[in-house]
């Protein structure tokens, strides 16, 4: 039976327009074993986006009860502070997040970028030029962002996130820029790459083939998040 890395339990997320409260998670549960992968797909607006900020403690629900890698974030809790620096060190050490946008370092170059977040999870930097070469990139590693192209970006992004060796992956659209050569190949690579180290990989995609590679499927426009 596979361990559960994460469990959310009637999770809900509403802002505010207008002065009237726009729901956009509401009563939401699911799970997701170690290893496993899960796709979010759903129109624009249908709460996949702040559904990855919950999950990596970016935002912080109205309700529900989220239990990530062993350690559990009741909604409405009094220890704001405790909360805030409990989800830190989860994204520190044990959650990697991928943006659409790559969010590199642009003052460091590519092998910098993720020597650096090797160091700051605490692991060893000593195979972050190996990753850059596993995505392919390793004669750009001592380019800097401004110097590569988009897709080249985006894998320099999964290299930070794999040297990290993280328990769990979120990905924000993590081929939405890409053409779909390149885009075909990063995702080969992520999903090949998830698999050999067994962690965790929730995507929000609107891609269909993306969504398609992920063993479970959620749709949070069906589910009529908003």
């Known amino acids: 039976m596979t361990e559960s890395l994460l469990a959310v339990r009637g999770l809900s997320k509403h802002f505010v327009s207008g002065n009237e409260p726009v729901p956009v998670i ?3 549960s699911f799970t997701l074993g170690q290893g496993q992968s899960l796709a979010l797909t ?6 996949k986006s702040t559904l990855l900020n919950l999950l990596c403690g970016l935002e912080l629900a109205d ?25 830190s060190a989860l994204r520190r050490q044990h959650i ?5 946008d790559a969010n590199l370092m642009p003052a ?24 850059l070469t596993r995505l392919d ?4 590693a001592h380019r800097y962002p401004d110097q590569v192209s988009g897709g ?3 894998r320099a992004a999964l290299a930070m996130v794999f040297a990290m060796e993280p328990a769990l992956i979120l990905a ?16 080969r690579v992520l999903f090949d790459l998830q698999a050999r180290h067994g962690c965790g990989l929730i995507l929000a995609t609107h891609d269909s083939e993306l969504a398609a590679g992920c063993q479970q499927h959620l749709d949070l426009g069906h589910l009529n998040a908003i």
């Not at 009860?65 to 909604?75: D, K, L, P, S, Y």
């Not at 990697?96 to 659409?100: A, I, P, R, S, T």
């Not at 990139?137 to 750009?140: F, R």
């Not at 924000?172 to 995702?187: K, Q």
């Open 26 to 28: 509401e009563k939401l």
């Open 42 to 47: 759903g129109r624009s607006g249908s709460g």
């Open 63 to 87: 309700t529900g009860t989220i239990v990530m890698h062993g350690q559990v974030f009741e909604a409405g809790g009094t220890a704001v502070l405790r909360t805030a620096k409990a989800w």
């Open 96 to 100: 990697g997040v991928v943006f659409q």
């Open 108 to 131: 460091l170059s590519l092998l910098e970028n993720v020597r650096f977040r090797a160091q700051l999870a605490g692991r060893d930097p000593a195979n972050s030029e190996d990753w």
């Open 137 to 140: 990139i390793g004669e750009l």
């Open 152 to 154: 080249q970006r985006q």
């Open 172 to 187: 924000d659209e993590p081929t939405g820029s890409l053409d779909r050569h390149t885009s075909d190949d990063v995702t």
